[in-house]
């Protein structure tokens, strides 16, 4: 039946063997095992991201389980080429084909504003286009900002004057040091401090630094492509 449908569909002519002994047959048995654990690996993940996702909503009070998790960074080189970063933490897996990154319009193209870099994405982000097709028409459960309390507010603003419901928002702040586990998490009524060791921060840590990655490489690729077209080249 197989060798039919490659013949018909792909009009190939296949033959497929199914081995009783010898190496082959030690071969598909190995192949086998490894889908196994592949597939039991898989699910025991998205079983603990899952737990995860509850444990972080019942840690900060928020309105929903978070499903759909944008987190947003900016990034530039001594406020040129400014860049904003969107990355999508769906169906407990970072969901890369929907990252976005957002090139900062100025005029100048030089801006150490993080405040305006912020508002400017949020704001694109948040346009909602009447067109149903539009990767922006589904919103998030859960926005995080790589900031702090005024960053918070900003996005708040924001997400208020467009009369958006059912977005919890958390922004998360490093130490005085910038040392990782010392992160304080914002929300809109209140501050917390997680324990170093706690599991919710690790989680909160993985979306941030993702985050952080995606917004560096997505301003390098900005940059070095803006460079490649120089005269010098």
Do not use: C
């Not at 900062?104 to 870099?117: A, C, E, G, P, W």
């Not at 912020?118 to 459960?141: A, C, G, T, Y």
């Not at 208020?160 to 928002?169: A, H, M, P, S, V």
């Amino acid at each position: 039946l197989i060798e039919e449908f490659f013949k018909k569909e792909k009009n190939v002519k296949t033959k497929l063997n199914l081995p009783k002994k010898g190496k082959k047959v030690d071969l598909v048995n190995m192949v086998e095992k490894n889908i196994v654990h592949s597939l039991d690996k898989h699910i025991s993940k998205s079983s603990q991201n899952k737990e995860l996702e509850i444990g972080l909503r019942d840690a900060l009070n928020l309105k929903n389980i978070p499903k759909r998790i944008e987190v947003y960074d900016n990034s530039h080189l001594s406020g040129t080429q400014p860049t904003g970063a969107m990355i999508v933490y769906k169906n407990n897996e970072f969901s890369r084909e929907n990252y976005r990154k957002f090139n900062i319009r100025v005029d100048s193209n030089i801006t150490n504003d993080d405040y305006l870099m912020m508002s400017q994405v949020i704001n694109r982000r948040l346009d909602i286009s009447s067109n149903k097709l539009s990767w922006k028409n589904e919103l998030p459960d859960l926005i995080i900002i790589d900031g702090g309390k005024g960053h918070l507010n900003l996005v708040r603003k924001i997400i208020d004057e467009k009369k958006l419901k059912n977005i919890d928002l958390i922004s998360i702040a490093k130490g005085e040091l910038r040392n990782a586990g010392n992160e304080t998490i914002f929300h809109l009524d209140y501050s917390l401090k997680f324990k170093k060791n706690d599991k919710i921060l690790f989680f909160l840590q993985r979306l941030r630094d993702e985050a952080h990655r995606f917004a560096i490489s997505s301003q390098r690729y900005r940059r070095n492509k803006l460079i490649k077209q120089s005269i010098f080249d």
